[in-house]
C-alpha cells in the first residue's frame, strides 16, 4: 500500500468511516504539504511558525498528541486565495475548506513525519 493510499484510509478512519470527499481533500492537503513553490513539508511547517503557531505545527511533527487547529489559523498560514481556489476545484465554499484542512492536516504532517522531523 502506497503512502498516499495509507493516508487516504487514515482520512476515512478520522472522517468516522465516510470519508465523503476525503480522498479529494487529501490531494489538496497533499499538495499544501508538497507545494515545491513554498519549499515542501519544511516550507509549510515554517509558514506555521512565522505566523505564530510554531507549537501548535511542532506537535503534528514531534512524538506525542497533535495539538489542534482552527479553520482560521489555515487561513492565517495557507491564504484565502489558495483556499478559495481548492473551495472552486471541489465545489466547496472556502469556509468549509479551511474547516476540513484543519481537521485533516495534523494527521497528515503527523504521519509524514515518524521520526519527528519534518525534512
Same mark, same amino acid.
Given at each position: ?17 465516510? $470519508? ?44 506525542? $498528541?497533535?495539538?489542534? &487547529? ?16 481548492? $473551495? ?8 468549509? &475548506?479551511?474547516?476540513?484542512? $484543519? ?17
Amino acid at each position: 500500500m502506497s503512502l498516499f493510499e495509507n493516508l487516504e484510509q487514515e482520512v476515512g478512519s478520522l472522517a468516522g468511516g465516510n $470519508a465523503s470527499g476525503g480522498s479529494e481533500i487529501l490531494g489538496h492537503v497533499m499538495s499544501l504539504v508538497n507545494n515545491p513553490e513554498t519549499g515542501g513539508l519544511q516550507g509549510l511547517v515554517q509558514q506555521f511558525q512565522s505566523n505564530g503557531l510554531g507549537e501548535v505545527v511542532n506537535s503534528w511533527v514531534g512524538n506525542g $498528541a497533535n495539538q489542534p &487547529i482552527s479553520g482560521d489559523q489555515i487561513v492565517q498560514v495557507v491564504g484565502q486565495d489558495k483556499l478559495n481556489e481548492i $473551495a472552486s476545484k471541489l465545489g466547496m465554499d472556502p469556509s468549509q &475548506i479551511s474547516g476540513l484542512i $484543519a481537521q485533516h492536516l495534523p494527521g497528515v504532517i503527523d504521519k509524514l513525519t515518524p521520526q519527528g522531523q519534518a525534512n
